[in-house]
């Protein structure tokens, strides 16, 4: 790996480089973001993340470049999340706005 990355870190602070995909800000929601741009941010190669994740070099170039990401598995991303220093959090969004967290679906839970 090209450095150790502290598990408390917030990816999002180093966003400022990586493609967003909202490019409207909204206090309500953080930015959208692909995997490949938050791999980026954190200065990562494909195999430096498959290697921390544990997932296949050929499955992170896949996940990467997928369209939706409704047909993976949450452990997979999970294991993503983890290996560039982030945590990932499950959130229901309701018709009417408000917005919960699924208990149970993040790692530290």
Do not use: Q, Y
Not at 64 to 78: F, G, P, Y
């Amino acid at each position: 790996m090209a450095e150790d990355h502290d598990e408390n870190h917030d990816v999002s602070d180093d966003l400022s480089d990586a493609r967003v995909v909202r490019m409207v800000p909204r206090p309500d929601r953080p930015a959208r973001v692909t995997l490949r741009a938050l791999r980026f941010a954190v200065e990562m190669t494909e195999g430096e993340l498959a290697e921390a994740s544990g997932i296949a070099l050929a499955d992170v170039s896949g996940l990467e470049k997928k369209a939706s990401l409704d047909d993976c598995l949450v452990s997979t991303l999970r294991r993503h999340a983890a290996a560039i220093g982030g945590d990932l959090a499950i959130v229901l969004v309701r018709p009417d706005g408000r917005r919960s967290e699924i208990v149970g679906a993040t790692a530290s839970e």
